[in-house]
């Protein structure tokens, strides 16, 4: 583990170093954009304060980000050109550039529904759900584009036309999307403290039942290795459910290795029910097991590697689990995806054992606990003494005793035959 | 005995096909999606050449700058 972990530090600190003399930013073609916007209507070049483009006295081109640098999606700002009337009507609208996962935002950035802000006007509230359409699995990217237009929109308005809009108005109810995550977060802790004391294993089912409706089908937000490259690369949300997620998910693999997959992850949850239905199981051989279970490992330092090199976040995305709760990706995702869960009939927690990020990384942050011994049925199919990142802790054979080392000597078996 | 064989052969193809579809949306990611997005922006220039710049008897390449001529 330690040699993965040197590997892995190493593949990730080199191609970040080595990154920005790969790739460089390419700046947003505004000139253009205008053009497409309104092409039979001459621009003056940009300036003034905010920055902003100026047709006669009567209509004004701005990039929000100009305006509005604060405000962010789930993978940094979304930049869009508006043009906006005197009357403080938005003419036009186009998006410039983001950096959101393409599954989620597909439909966000069609002129279909970019066009349903034309015409609004900066005394408009633009609230997600209420004057704005919202879209299911993209509530953090949809709520940032309307607020980015919304603030954008009304400081370019009061400096270019005196048009004063907001003040006095309520601010948006607020999105307590991230109170739900807590909810389950909070559940699945307490579950998870309480079986390590007693056997109430089903408390465990009511937790990965939580995780699929709350976690992957409300919210459409399970944890991703995306999460932690958009950190890297210092792209943070300005959504409190990024936070909530990405902290959390982070900080229980340190304390608690894998708790994240074993209790939460909607996608675990989905294989580990599927491969619960009775089918005959193959008998895979340990060596054919523990190799592919390496194989995990080398696509993370892959994919780090790729992303880190390119810049480009959505480069590294393979994982089934945000094509499934995106309900968007292309054939080979699908397919990939149609493939990981119906392995599960065969191959119980396949994805989770061979193809998993999130399990790789899991690995590489976590420390073992040699409390946890494994049985033979195990969800992971796990050998007696497992590795620290194949042990998902479902706390079926979590034996107290042995935990931190105070036990004395080796735990027992519980696989028959002493198998190991 | 044979059955595990089986089992074996069967888990190599599946771990295999797994592997060959990562790779292909990994690939899809980064090389499809930017040769879609490449070959987008040039057919939009070849349109605006076509229809704008070509009557003003500018080239391509001067069109970009062709206000300030």
Request: aromatic residues 10%.
């Given at each position: 583990m330690k040699k993965r972990r040197t590997i892995l530090f190493l593949v990730a600190l080199l191609s970040l170093a080595a990154g920005p003399f790969l790739h460089q930013e390419t700046a947003v073609d505004e000139r253009a954009a205008l053009r497409d916007l309104a092409p039979e209507t001459t621009f003056s070049g940009k300036g003034g304060a905010p920055p902003h483009y100026r047709a006669g006295q009567d209509l004004v081109a701005f990039n929000s980000y100009d305006v509005t640098q604060s405000i962010r999606g789930y993978a940094g700002p979304i930049k869009v050109l508006v043009v906006l009337g005197d009357d403080g009507r938005i003419k036009g609208i186009k998006l410039l550039s983001h950096r959101e996962t393409k599954n989620y935002v597909h439909y966000m950035e069609s002129p279909a529904y970019l066009?349903?802000?034309?015409?609004?006007?900066?005394?408009?509230?633009?609230e997600v759900d209420r004057d704005i359409d919202g879209i299911t699995r993209a509530t953090v990217s949809v709520e940032a584009l309307a607020k980015t237009v919304r603030e954008s929109s009304r400081a370019v308005a009061l400096n270019a036309f005196g048009l004063q809009a907001g003040a006095g108005q309520a601010n948006e109810?607020?999105?307590w999307s991230w109170a739900w995550y807590a909810v389950v977060l909070v559940f699945g802790t307490v579950g998870y403290l309480l079986t390590r004391r007693d056997r109430l294993l089903r408390l465990r089912d009511l937790s990965l039942a939580a995780g699929i409706i709350v976690i992957g089908l409300y919210l459409a937000s399970p944890f991703s290795l995306l999460h932690v490259y958009n950190l890297a690369l210092l792209r943070?949300?300005?959504s409190e459910l990024w936070y909530v997620i990405v902290g959390s998910t982070v900080l229980s693999l340190f304390i608690a290795g894998r708790f994240y997959c074993g209790w939460l992850c909607p996608f675990g949850a989905l294989s580990e029910l599927i491969a619960r239905l009775p089918t005959r199981k193959w008998t895979v051989p340990p060596e054919q097991d523990d190799r592919w279970r390496g194989f995990k490992h080398v696509l993370l330092a892959v994919v780090t590697a790729v992303v880190f090199l390119s810049?480009?976040?959505?480069?590294?995305n393979y994982e089934a689990y945000i094509t499934l709760f995106a309900f968007h990706g292309n054939l080979f995702a699908w397919t990939l995806l149609a493939l990981s869960l119906l392995a599960n009939l065969r191959v119980p927690r396949f994805w989770c054992r061979y193809l998993c990020p999130v399990a790789a990384l899991a690995a590489v942050l976590s420390r073992r606990d040699p409390a946890y011994v494994s049985m033979p049925d195990c969800p992971m199919g796990n050998?007696?003494?497992?590795?620290t990142g194949e042990c998902i802790r479902c706390n079926r054979c979590y034996h107290p005793k042995y935990g931190n080392g105070t036990g004395g000597g080796e735990a027992p078996s519980l696989f028959p035959g002493n198998v190991g | 005995m044979s059955g595990q064989a089986t089992d074996k052969k069967k888990f190599t193809l599946l771990a295999i096909a797994a592997t060959v579809l990562v790779v292909l949306v990994l690939s899809s990611n980064a090389f499809l999606d930017e040769y879609l997005v490449a070959r987008g922006d040039e057919s939009q220039r070849r349109s605006h050449y076509e229809n704008v710049l070509q009557k003003k008897g500018l080239k391509l390449h001067e069109g970009r700058y062709w206000k300030k001529q």
């Open positions: 066009g349903r802000f034309i015409g609004k006007s900066v005394f408009d509230r633009f109810a607020g999105n943070p949300s300005s810049g480009r976040v959505d480069h590294g050998k007696p003494n497992p590795e | -």
